[in-house]
Structure formats: structure tokens, C-alpha cells
């Protein structure tokens, strides 16, 4: 009897390790998905700047300032690492995306006609979705990440993790500019 009692306790203890591994994969690649949604938002950008290039080029012969970062956003999107989540890199294309808006800012408010251009003002909605929509693939990898994070650092799956796979806690994005604005910092 005792010794029926060890052997299903060793099993049980078996099965729980499995199903701790399991979930921490599961985990590790929901956020590996995440970030592809990611990318994947940030790529379909550059199909808009693509066309936008040509836009910016014919209203803004002296802005050749907004025409650069047009093509350095485009190229550092192209450039976005879609194996490893790399958020500095993220932050940094974020970054660029937000002196583009400011910049195309000044294009219209020098060129009033390119306000009433209907492929313009497509092109900005279109741009605009984009960046909610990389806003919302943000928060979902974020959230992702913090459930991975979470499953590999609570006790046992610590230990498990340690013991079979090994992963290490990935990195949250976030925006250093909007985060240095804010008065309140929380003491964590």
C-alpha cells in the first residue's frame, strides 16, 4: 500500500512538471506570437508610406526633412527583427513614426492644398489605423509578456523552467517620451 502511494505520487508529481513545461510554452509562444502581430502591423505601414513617398515628393520640394524620415521609418520597419522581440528597436520606430505625424503636421499647414487632397487624407486615416492598431498589438504583446514573465518566475514552475527550458523573462515595450512626461511615478 505505501509503496502504491509513492508511485502515485511520483507520477503525480511527473504529470504536474509536464503540464507546468507545456504551459510555459504555451506562454513563450503567445508572446512570440504577439510580437509577429506586431511586426506585422508595423509592415503593413510601410505599403502606406510607399505610397505616400510619391505624395510628400510632389506638395514638399524644400521639406526633404519629412521626405528622410518617410524613408528612415520605412527602412527600420522593414528592418524589425520578427524572431526576437527586440522593443528597443520597437521604441526607437515609435519614436520615428511620432516625428513623421508631427512632421507631416508642418507639409499640411504649409501646403493647404494637400488638406484637400483626397489621396492624402486617405493615406493619413490609413496611417492613423495603423498606429492604433500597433497600438492595440502593443498592449496584447505586453500582456502576453507579463503572463510569460509571471508562469517562469512563480514557484515550482521556476524550477521546472530552470530544469527543462531554460527561458529568461522578456523585456515589456515601453515608451520612455510618454512615460517621462507623467508626474506620478508608482515605487516599484
Known amino acids: 500500500m505505501g509503496l502504491m502511494i509513492f508511485f502515485i505520487l511520483i507520477i503525480a508529481a511527473v504529470f504536474s512538471c509536464i503540464v507546468i513545461r507545456n504551459n510555459i510554452v504555451r506562454h513563450h509562444n503567445a508572446t512570440i506570437r504577439a510580437w509577429s502581430d506586431v511586426a506585422s502591423y508595423e509592415r503593413q505601414k510601410v505599403k502606406i508610406l510607399d505610397g505616400l513617398q510619391p505624395l510628400v515628393e510632389q506638395y514638399s520640394g524644400f521639406e526633404q526633412g519629412t521626405l528622410e524620415k518617410v524613408t528612415e521609418l520605412r527602412q527600420n520597419i522593414m528592418n524589425l527583427n520578427l524572431q526576437n522581440a527586440d522593443v528597443s528597436q520597437l521604441q526607437h520606430i515609435e519614436s520615428l513614426n511620432k516625428e513623421l505625424m508631427r512632421s507631416l503636421n508642418v507639409v499640411v499647414e504649409n501646403y493647404p492644398e494637400l488638406k484637400a487632397n483626397e489621396i492624402y ?3 493619413m486615416n490609413e496611417i492613423e489605423e495603423q ?12 500582456r502576453n509578456v507579463e503572463l510569460f514573465n509571471n508562469h517562469i518566475q512563480v514557484f515550482p514552475n521556476n524550477i521546472v523552467n530552470t530544469m527543462t527550458l531554460g527561458k529568461k523573462t522578456i523585456r515589456p515595450f515601453k515608451d520612455n517620451a510618454v512615460t517621462q512626461s507623467f508626474d506620478y511615478r508608482p515605487n516599484f
Open 121 to 123: 487624407l486617405k493615406m
Open 131 to 142: 498606429n492604433e492598431n500597433v497600438g492595440a498589438a502593443i498592449t496584447i504583446f505586453n
